[in-house]
């Protein structure tokens, strides 16, 4: 070539930074590259036509010429400033002439290639870390990338080509983001399903950084793939063994233990889930050993799907149908975890409606496991996998029978306490009177609602106790605590109270004594329970003759009273201090009741636990009685409201309520008389006795009536004095009173063969079906109580 031209070697960006110089046969400089000037800010015209050895630095010269012409090496270059560039040549020959091609890059450049190029080829020759080169359209260019569960994706692919599309579509916004902004992706969890056999499940971390060429211009990106999913599906399998400690055995319910292993194991583990239980477990008893197939005597208590549960399965209650006597079946009776895939399933149960109860129509494997405790089969968990996933392996099943076992511990918890609940609760129901009282006096509806959860029983217990001249005590007591100890106390309270209320004593004597009863049951208790040995309790005596009512409360409530017009309120009560507590009396309280009148006597579980105090919540309880007064409900219809009513907002507390329809008696079902006290009386008594007998139309007992009349009559003229009260009281039996000034309590003895008095009494005794006495303010009352004729 006889000129010196410079020409550009550009276009390539591996090429850029590259010195080129056209040397002759005699080392002369014929072409410069625009690269080599701007290096050496040399120009084409300065440079060509010099020699070879002219363009490096004094101290590589005689290097240079001793290598010369050595095809490569390492040398400086000299600038147009007379620096020393450090570069590394090559000389190349070229064909058909004697002229060669002199190459070079600065050093660093090359070293820092040599060190890219050697880190690449590291990368790609290991397979623990996937590497896969991709350009601007995010197509691959190359790769070693190999995973069981990824296809190798080939020379031009797309994410698409290899991934499910939702996870594609995600990935691919990541990597563009890199693409466009330089900012690398570090460290990134992808997530998905295989697409091609066996289908598994994986997860990769995944790193991504852009690629730019000399001119900092995106050429793509690098991606580093690690693959995680042993990592990510042992924690999977970590955070479902928590789930299931945390969540299963929260409850003491059965049903509501087997639904949370369904909730636990769908969809993290299985896409459909049931839980069926053996009948006598759910009644809390335990379940017969059984061998073989038959009848399992199971019922599906949980179902639970990703979608919807099939139609065509079996449904939450029905029963397990006959199984066919298998091998698996008598595996799972012994309590181990069994696998099936569809094929084997469908051969197992072998006729066809079977297998349509049991058997999805998209199930691809299912996971059996016994809920085995106590060498007694609880029942059996059934999980499926449907075609969309991977079939259960071995460490699938070994999951399964650590939660199953977990999960029959607690089914057994709440069996055995689901046994004692319910005879915990019998014996309490026992102790409880008859929901429905009607009494001449009063008609009387009696609720009672065990408390939520774990503490269902407790010793809340409404009474309604007739007594003579056809009175009736009313009472709502409410024991400390919960359990069997609280039942057991109540029971012993009632008995008192019944006890002390047939001794006719006034409401406020009667919790006096109930008082000290209650003190020295808590000095009987341990000293570390002496503290919850107590009680309140309200007693309400109602009178159908004077309709009077007489209220004491100790610690209770105030009751509440619902008159015929439709207004509601609570009695104004003086509580005295709960039972135990000693030292300080009782008072009561006396309100007239009118005809049709109600009186609702109830425990603080009614109330709940009220944010603005209990008076706001007995307002409201007395203006809700109001509103079903006026909506002429039944007591029996009412009481159910009110409880129902209470049992949506569940409570730790149980609930007694007793409701009562005031009964007062006719007027001319009462006859009352006033005598002095004189021998002549008793004359005069029998007679008025005799006359409104005649009246009633008693005739039968116009007899006995004079009789007695006349013995009790004549002992309070001899012992007593006057004035003596007379009354009749006519219901569905016939009740003779007579009262007297004295103290003195009358005493049944039997009179001897010489005794000329003492068998009054004894008379009384054998005409009524029974008789007693009772004090009054002043004095005492003799009663008799006959039963009227056919």
């Not at 190459?103 to 070293?111: G, I, K």
């Not at 998209?362 to 996998?385: C, N, Q």
């Not at 009313?474 to 100890?485: A, K, S, T």
């Not at 309120?569 to 309280?589: D, K, W």
């Amino acid at each position: 070539m006889d000129s010196c031209t410079r020409h550009d070697i550009d276009g390539f960006g591996a090429l850029t930074n590259v010195v080129a110089a056209l040397i002759d046969d005699r080392g002369t400089v014929r072409q410069w590259s625009r690269a080599a000037s701007e290096l050496l800010g040399r120009s084409a015209e300065d440079v060509c036509g010099l020699s070879v050895s002219r363009l490096f630095t004094d101290s590589s010269t005689e290097g240079v010429a001793s290598l010369w012409p050595s095809p490569n090496g390492t040398a400086f270059l000299r600038d147009a400033h007379g620096h020393a560039v450090g570069v590394r040549y090559r000389l190349l020959p070229l064909e058909g002439t004697a002229h060669q091609l002199l190459l070079a890059v600065p050093a660093d450049r090359a070293e820092e290639s040599e060190r890219g190029a050697v880190l690449l080829r590291a990368l790609l020759a290991q397979d623990q870390i996937g590497v896969i080169m991709r350009d601007t359209d995010l197509s691959v260019v190359r790769s070693n990338f190999t995973s069981a569960g990824l296809s190798p994706p080939p020379l031009g692919s797309s994410l698409a080509d290899v991934m499910e599309t939702p996870h594609a579509a995600a990935i691919e916004t990541e990597l563009r983001t890199v693409l466009e902004t330089g900012v690398p992706l570090v460290d990134h969890a992808v997530r998905g399903r295989s697409r091609s056999e066996p289908v598994r499940d994986y997860s990769f971390s995944v790193t991504a950084v852009r690629t730019q060429d000399g001119r900092d211009r995106p050429t793509g990106v690098i991606v580093l793939v690690t693959d995680a999913t042993e990592q990510w599906l042992a924690g999977r399998r970590l955070q479902l063994r928590h789930q299931a400690a945390a969540r299963i055995g929260r409850s003491l319910d059965v049903r509501r233990t087997a639904q949370d292993i369904a909730e636990v194991l769908v969809p993290d583990f299985a896409n459909l889930v049931s839980v069926d239980l053996a009948d006598t477990v759910l009644a809390g008893d335990e379940p017969p050993r059984t061998f073989g197939g038959g009848d399992l005597r199971l019922r599906r208590m949980a179902a639970r799907a990703a979608g919807e549960w099939p139609r065509e399965l079996l449904q939450l209650g029905d029963s397990f149908p006959r199984l066919p006597d298998q091998p698996a079946i008598r595996e799972l009776q012994e309590g181990h975890t069994v696998l099936f895939d569809r094929n084997a399933i469908e051969q197992a149960m072998s006729e066809k409606l079977l297998g349509g109860l049991l058997i999805p129509e998209d199930g691809r494997s299912l996971a059996m496991a016994p809920l085995f405790a106590r060498g007694l089969v609880l029942g059996l968990i059934g999980a499926w996998r449907t075609d969309d996933d991977k079939p259960f392996d071995q460490q699938d099943a070994d999951l399964l029978a650590e939660v199953a076992a977990h999960a029959a511990l607690s089914i057994d918890n709440a069996r055995r306490y689901t046994r004692e609940h319910r005879a915990a609760l019998a014996l309490q129901r026992r102790l409880l009177p008859a929901a429905t009282t009607l009494t001449p006096a009063v008609e009387a509806v009696g609720k009672y609602v065990p408390a939520a959860g774990v503490a269902e029983i407790g010793g809340d217990w409404f009474d309604v106790i007739p007594l003579p001249s056809l009175r009736v005590a009313m009472v709502v007591g409410d024991v400390i605590g919960h359990g069997l100890h609280a039942a057991a106390t109540m029971g012993r309270l009632r008995t008192a109270v019944q006890t002390l209320a047939d001794l006719e004593l006034p409401p406020d004597e009667l919790l006096s004594r109930l008082d000290e009863l209650v003190a020295r049951l808590a000095a009987e208790a341990a000293p570390a329970e002496r503290d919850t040995v107590g009680a309140t309790c309200l007693v309400a005596l109602y009178d159908p003759v004077t309709q009077l009512c007489t209220v004491a409360s100790a610690g209770h409530p105030p009751p509440i009273v619902a008159g015929p017009d439709g207004t509601a309120g609570p009695l104004a009560v003086r509580p005295g201090p709960p039972l135990g507590v000693g030292g300080l009396p009782f008072e009561t309280t006396t309100v007239h009741l009118a005809p049709g009148s109600w009186l609702a006597l109830y425990s603080d579980g009614l109330l709940g636990r009220p944010a603005d105090g209990i008076d706001a919540a007995v307002g409201r309880l007395a203006g809700r009685i109001a509103g079903l007064r006026r909506e002429r409900c039944s007591l029996q219809t009412a009481g159910q409201v009110l409880t129902t009513e209470r049992a949506e907002h569940p409570s730790a507390d149980d609930t007694a309520l007793l409701l009562a329809l005031a009964r007062p008696l006719r007027e001319d079902a009462i006859a009352e008389w006033e005598f002095p006290a004189e021998p002549a009386t008793v004359a005069d008594a029998r007679a008025a006795v005799a006359d409104k007998i005649g009246t009633w139309g008693l005739t039968g007992l116009d007899f006995a009536v004079e009789l007695i009349v006349s013995e009790l009559i004549t002992n309070a003229v001899r012992y007593a004095g006057g004035p003596i009260g007379l009354r009749l009281i006519h219901d569905d039996v016939l009740i003779c009173e007579v009262s007297d000034p004295s103290n003195t309590q009358p005493r049944l003895r039997r009179a001897s063969t010489s005794d000329e008095g003492g068998r009054g009494l004894f008379l009384v005794a054998q005409l009524s079906n029974r008789w007693g006495s009772r004090y009054r303010q002043s004095g005492k009352t003799i009663w008799a109580e006959l039963a009227l004729p056919d």
